[in-house]
């Protein structure tokens, strides 16, 4: 079982629409929750942290579950320049190196 | 400012050969992380530098080699190269220890590509 697993893409959607993305972790130990965002041929760039709460940024609304261990990202009025690779990240405990583990990357493709 | 800048940006090697990918990170950033992208796959850590120590190693076989500098710059070694060792190589950057906390984000550079023929 992969330690991060995301949703399987390709996502294309018009746009306007709401598209959401889901995430699920393995690892009960993993302390920090993100969502980065990879355009093609590029790096990737933090996007938005997730927290227990939940949290907002814009179009954008990030939850996280612990006790389900599942994160996700729903993006409202989804526009043209969202079309990219969405990146669910754990970040382990230090006493396991602090790593971040990526899941695969969901592909969203918006269409006008 | 300058981000984390990396070297080469592409690079074709033969199997068997070495390579050598450059890191500097941002200025200030002590915490250098590599990570390995294949196609279609989200990066895969292979190891955390944090004030010239190795602080953390992904599950790599031992042709992969990493340091850190004075300055904290670092490359990352490959040995022995294999054709599946083909992918983006991506350096990150960070101010502090964690490779990641709500204050101190990572920094990627725009990665090496290399491709083993």
């Known amino acids: 079982r992969k330690e991060v697993e995301q949703d399987p893409g390709p996502f294309n959607v018009p746009e306007g629409a709401t598209v959401a993305f889901n995430c699920t972790y393995s690892n009960s130990a993993s302390q920090s929750f993100f969502w980065y965002r990879q355009d093609c041929r590029k790096e990737p760039k933090l996007l938005m942290s997730v927290y227990s709460s939940g949290n907002e940024d814009g179009r954008f609304t990030a939850q996280l579950n612990r006790a389900s261990q599942y994160i996700s990202l729903l993006i409202r009025d989804s526009k043209l320049s969202d079309s990219a690779t969405y990146l669910c990240?754990?970040?382990?405990?230090?006493?396991?190196?602090?790593?971040?583990?990526f899941g695969q990357g969901t592909e969203l493709s918006v269409k006008p | 400012d300058a981000g984390v800048t990396q070297s080469p940006t592409h690079l074709i090697k033969t199997r068997g050969q070495h390579v050598t990918l450059r890191c500097s990170p941002i200025s200030g950033h002590k915490s250098v992380s590599w990570y390995q992208q294949v196609l279609g796959q989200g990066p895969q850590f292979i190891f955390q530098?944090?004030?010239?120590?190795?602080?953390g190693r992904g599950n790599f076989p031992d042709r992969f080699s990493a340091r850190q500098f004075p300055n904290y710059s670092s490359e990352l070694n490959v040995n022995a190269l294999l054709l599946g060792d083909s992918a983006l190589y991506l350096c990150?950057?960070?101010?502090?220890?964690?490779?990641?906390?709500?204050?101190?984000?990572?920094?990627f550079g725009n990665g090496t590509r290399l491709t083993v023929t």
């Open positions: 990150a950057s960070s101010l502090g220890r964690d490779s990641q906390t709500g204050n101190s984000p990572l920094h």
């Open positions: 990240v754990v970040c382990l405990d230090y006493n396991q190196g602090g790593k971040l583990i």
């Open positions: 530098y944090y004030e010239k120590e190795e602080r």
